[in-house]
């Protein structure tokens, strides 16, 4: 159990600087300075009797205890920001801070019209959206839902379908095509200039096919390596060299003639993106209103 003396100031501060592995990251979410964030933590630190954090000049991380605390404190203040939320949002509806946590193409292709219409409806609730490529713990981080492919959803959690299955797409201009011809199989690849993904562990990420069981993972060679669909996307279309996206990322270049596909039924729907949250005893009702939401454009 938390200190008596500790105010939910503290806490929310451990989190934070948890949640952003800086101080100074943390103080403008917190929208405080800096100094006296630092000065909170040493005080909680100095209230403990033990150190939260390892500090450097370039990096802050988490002591055992602090890993301890987090994941001891984290979900239980979960809990009282739902029931303050629960409370305040009595009367006046769903209102307070929603934190979500997704990936960028999803964010972008699922996710946000979601929010938008949610925002329509409930304007005294401000959505957070964090997009990272990183798989993140949202109980752990303070993150109220997060969305990922249905595989990679823990499995204490509950789970709302999200759009569409995915699809991956591979791509180039059509000046590439006219220079360098058409892949006709995936192994055909090996022998075309591709732009290579770095995750955000610094692995990189292997293209994927599939077809008729037959299941195909390729290491695959180019002339540059990149961490952004965006800028990738700008990079096959100069014609440097075939990409591999998220279907939606790439289907307005297509429709409008920017790049062509290859490989099509090679790349078939993939797990189905979901929104997914713990199960709390007390959930805020803005939480409530959104998965209300998202279960009603579900089952649209």
């Known amino acids: 159990m938390p200190d008596p ?29 800096t100094t006296a964030l630092s000065h909170t933590i040493a005080k909680l630190e100095a209230t403990l009797d033990t150190r939260l954090f390892n500090r450097t000049t370039r990096s802050v991380s988490l002591t055992e205890a602090g890993t301890l605390f987090l994941e001891q404190v984290g979900p239980a203040l979960q809990d009282v920001r739902a029931g303050l939320d629960a409370v305040r949002s009595h009367a006046a509806g769903p209102s307070g801070v929603l934190r979500i946590n997704a990936f960028a193409s999803a964010a972008r292709a699922a996710l946000l019209p979601l929010v938008l219409e949610f925002l329509r409806r409930y304007p005294k609730v401000h959505v957070d959206l964090v997009t990272e490529g990183r798989l993140v713990d949202i109980v752990a981080d303070g993150f109220d839902l997060g969305v990922r492919a249905a595989n990679l959803v823990p499995s204490d959690m509950i789970v709302i379908g999200l759009g569409e299955p995915q699809r991956y797409a591979v791509v180039g201009s059509p000046a590439y095509f006219a220079a360098h011809g058409r892949p006709r199989t995936p192994a055909d690849l090996l022998r075309h200039s591709c732009l290579r993904i770095r995750l955000p562990n610094g692995a990189i990420y292997p293209w994927q096919f599939e077809r008729k069981g037959e299941v195909i993972r390729l290491d695959v060679d180019g002339p540059l390596t990149l961490d952004e669909a965006g800028v990738a996307r700008a990079v096959v279309q100069e014609g440097i060299g075939l990409g591999f ?49 998202a279960r009603e454009r579900n089952l649209a």
């Open 5 to 33: 003396r500790l105010g939910l100031n503290e806490l929310e501060a451990v989190m934070a600087v948890a949640r952003r592995g800086s101080f100074r990251q943390a103080a403008i979410e917190l929208d405080v300075s």
């Open 245 to 293: 996206f998220m279907e939606q990322d790439v289907q307005p270049d297509i429709e409008a003639g920017r790049l062509e596909r290859v490989l099509e039924d090679w790349t078939p729907p993939r797990d189905r993106l979901c929104l997914y949250y713990p199960n709390r005893r007390n959930p805020s009702a803005a939480l409530k209103a959104f998965t209300t939401l």
